[in-house]
């Protein structure tokens, strides 16, 4: 059961923002200060996660957040000599770094270019402004056009872009709008979202308030079948859920995930996946900045979680990345490599999702219908073992 695989990815979390966008439950601080001393934390965590796995090659490398583009080009420039120094880079096929409007320039952009980033991944949420005030974002729509300008002048040739849809009371006319702007950018990957109410949140605390009403079901429904016709007609491959590209543009650090492939997470709050000896395991940093650094510092993993995944629980892992895809579920491949027959254990549920136009068969392969890509969640449960 499992393969053991040689190489990794690595995610590097970055948890400085600006401002608390509405929405999000991502581990983040808004101070300005301390960033050389987390830049200093990191660097030896990546040390530590280098001795700890040694003789291990990277195939992708991830800045996310939290905002990584909050951090000034030498910070980004600091981390990445500690990548070079650690790990083995031959195969590094793409380096990634989200990024927000407000953020980057001509200068900011260029030096990243020539330190190594191969890829940015703009946080523009929506080109209208009112989404963006009810989303609490930093950016108004005009600079979001302007960072789009500016990544597609500097030279990236592989960049994407994020939108937010099923904002309440935004019209199907400005979704289409926002998807519209997204393609006469030129950005060869666009990575759509539906607006989920998460706890603890300040979007949270406003539904619980009476003060926002969640956008329909059918809304975000057709909202979403929407940006699949445009995005189709628009020259764009639907390859995941939430993901289009261009030909040759897809994120291949996402495809490993979605692979159930190796990854290292660093940083607070940061996950890592392994499969090692035809098992797999899971850990979490710990999501607290200032113990981060000092347990770091101190020469102590940040690790506060850890588990050795059961085969139920990778099984079900893989249905539920696998069929997110575009190549959908191969049934052969989860039989031999996870010991699960779909086929035989959810031949009732199979059938039943064919007949409603959920899911159409590819070979040994089922996958989701544009209509079973909206409920993926619900079909996915359905299939896991009982």
């Given amino acids: 059961m499992g393969q053991e695989r040689q190489d990794a990815s690595l995610y590097i979390h970055i948890p400085f923002c600006t401002q608390r966008c509405s929405y999000c439950d991502f581990f983040f601080v808004t101070s300005k200060h301390g960033h050389s001393e987390f830049v200093d934390a990191l660097c030896l965590e990546i040390r530590q996660v280098a001795r700890n796995h040694p ?10 957040g939290g905002t990584p583009s909050r951090l000034h080009s030498h910070a980004i420039h600091k981390i990445l000599s500690s990548i070079h120094a650690c790990f083995e880079l031959d195969q590094v096929c793409e380096l990634t770094l989200e990024a927000n409007p407000e953020d980057i320039c001509a200068d900011s952009l260029e030096i990243l270019l020539k330190i190594g980033i191969t890829r940015i991944s703009l ?7 009112r989404d963006l005030t009810f989303m609490n974002r930093c950016h108004n729509s005009d600079q979001a056009f302007h960072a789009c300008n500016l990544i597609r002048s500097t030279g990236f040739t592989s960049w994407s872009l994020d939108l ?83 030909p040759g543009q897809r994120s291949r650090h996402n495809t490993r995930y979605w692979h159930h492939m190796n990854y290292f997470g660093v940083g607070p709050s940061a996950h890592s996946f392994l499969w090692q000896n035809g098992q797999a395991l899971r850990w979490e940093n710990i999501r607290n900045l200032r113990t981060y650094s000092e347990l770091v510092t101190a020469g102590k993993s940040p690790i506060h979680f850890k588990e050795r995944l059961s085969i ?12 997110r895809t575009s190549e959908g579920l191969d049934l052969q491949n989860l039989q031999s490599t996870y010991g699960f027959s779909l086929s035989r254990h959810k031949r009732k549920e199979l059938d039943t999702m064919e007949s409603n136009g959920l899911i159409t068969w590819h070979g040994s392969s089922i996958r989701l219908t544009p209509k079973g890509m909206h409920i993926c969640d619900h079909l996915t449960r359905q299939l896991w073992p009982d």
């Fill in 55 to 64: 003789n291990q090659s990277l195939s992708t490398v991830y800045f996310g």
């Fill in 123 to 129: 946080g523009v949420q929506s080109f209208m402004d």
């Fill in 164 to 246: 937010i849809f099923g904002v309440p009371n935004s019209p199907m006319s400005d979704w289409e709008k926002n998807l519209h702007h997204a393609i006469e950018t030129g950005v060869p990957h666009i990575s759509t979202y539906s607006l989920t109410i998460e706890p603890n949140t300040p979007l949270h605390k406003q539904v619980d308030r009476g003060k926002v009403t969640p956008a329909s079901d059918s809304r975000t429904r057709d909202q979403f079948q929407r940006a699949t016709e445009i995005l189709n007609d628009a020259g764009f491959e639907h390859y995941e859920i939430s993901s289009f590209a261009r």
């Fill in 312 to 323: 139920q629980d990778l099984t079900r892992e893989k249905i539920m990345l696998a069929l």
